[in-house]
């Protein structure tokens, strides 16, 4: 195998020739096979950087998706946003960075298969941890899995939405995004309201005992990030 950089670029040219042929194949395995002869990789070299083929390139595009996100979210000044305001600019720049709808629409069909969809929610909870960790979340305790798992639902559904969104400029796809963010957001308070509620605060004492038990696991990077993406994530 190439070192590290060297793999990251091959992976990078697979991906771009892939792209190609992602409208007419999806992310298969005849797109990875054309991508391969197109880019001028071995067989074995393909299978070394894509081990189980076909969903590990639709993988590799999410991830590149999430990379360049990240990349606008550190250019962007969104300290006089409201935080609610952030999280829905952080869902819309994950949108925008798409560099082709039709192949997120392959990768939507691909993951609602079931042998794959475990890979495509994975994909999703990164992206949303990806955001609240970009957004300065602290969260340590089972407000950790909270965030993630109703910011992996609005991310998800707002992507199917902006899909068959015709609208000038997409706005309706914003504004969706918004009236999301914003029902997350009175559910927050709800809970609060709870809380500070002399009647129903101690129905919720046991549940929140049990809720700071929770640790969150360790951050990103994980392990398993290629070399250079693992550098630009602890940037």
Avoid: C
């Avoid at 390139?57 to 979210?73: K, Q």
């Avoid at 899995?145 to 992507?159: D, E, F, N």
């Avoid at 046991?206 to 990030?225: K, T, Y």
């Amino acid at each position: 195998m190439p070192d590290a950089k060297k793999t990251d670029d091959l992976r990078e040219r697979l991906l771009d020739a892939a792209l190609v042929h992602v409208p007419f194949d999806g992310w298969s395995e005849a797109t990875l096979r054309a991508a391969a002869v197109d880019a001028g990789v071995e067989p074995g070299l393909v299978r070394a950087l894509f081990p189980r083929g076909a969903p590990d390139l639709a993988l590799a595009y999410h991830e590149r998706g999430d990379l360049a996100m990240l990349a606008r979210l550190r250019s962007e000044d969104l300290s006089a946003l409201r935080f609610r305001d952030r999280v829905a600019a952080a869902v819309r720049l994950r949108i925008e960075v798409i560099e082709d709808r039709e192949a997120v629409r392959r990768g939507a069909t691909l993951f609602a298969l079931p042998q794959h969809s475990a890979d495509g929610a994975r994909a999703l909870w990164r992206t949303a941890d990806r955001i609240w960790t970009a957004l300065g979340d602290t969260s340590d305790d089972l407000n950790w899995y909270s965030k993630r798992a109703i910011l992996s639902g609005v991310y998800g559904s707002a992507v199917l939405f902006w899909l068959g969104d015709d609208s000038v400029g997409h706005q309706a796809t914003w504004e969706f995004i918004d009236r999301r963010i914003e029902d997350v957001m009175r559910f927050e308070k709800l809970k609060a309201g709870i809380g500070k509620n002399a009647l129903l605060a101690p129905l919720m004492a046991g549940p929140n005992w049990l809720a700071r038990q929770v640790r969150a696991p360790a951050q990103f990077p994980p392990a398993d990030l290629p070399g250079i993406w693992r550098g630009q994530m602890q940037e």
